[in-house]
């Protein structure tokens, strides 16, 4: 049974600007995203697109960003490639409050100007 859908889209230059503030990216961006961030060439499509994401999860669960830290929600990668959005804290609580045994699914795109996330949030 599906719990909810979100979608967000985020403008990439926004972020131009949060690389250089170092005190923006670790607000909003847990330590395995700043990592992962780091070490590809395009950063700040593959921040918008992770900012998209968590966005997109606040509306998949009907909170929109209310009662936890977007640091509690990030993207990590399999060995595939393929994103999998991991929740933890407060946002972990809030999801399964919502849904017991939940399933995550994510996809995320970024082009140029744009970065775009859905996320579908389903019971097993």
Avoid at 36 to 49: K, T, V
């Amino acid at each position: 049974m599906i719990i909810g859908i979100g979608v967000d889209i985020s403008k990439v230059s926004r972020f131009e600007k949060w690389v250089k503030d170092e005190k923006m990216i670790p607000r909003f961006f847990n330590a395995a995203e700043i990592n992962n961030c780091r070490s590809i060439q395009s950063a700040c499509e593959h921040y918008a697109a992770r900012f998209a994401a968590k966005e997109a999860f606040g509306k998949a669960l009907g909170v929109g960003l209310a009662g936890y830290d977007m640091k509690d929600i990030y993207i990590v990668n399999d060995e595939n490639g393929r994103p999998e959005l991991k929740v933890e804290n407060k946002a972990k609580d809030l999801l399964e409050s919502k849904c017991e045994n939940p399933i995550i699914h994510v996809s995320l795109s970024h082009e140029k100007e744009y970065a775009t996330a859905f996320v579908v949030i389903e019971a097993r």
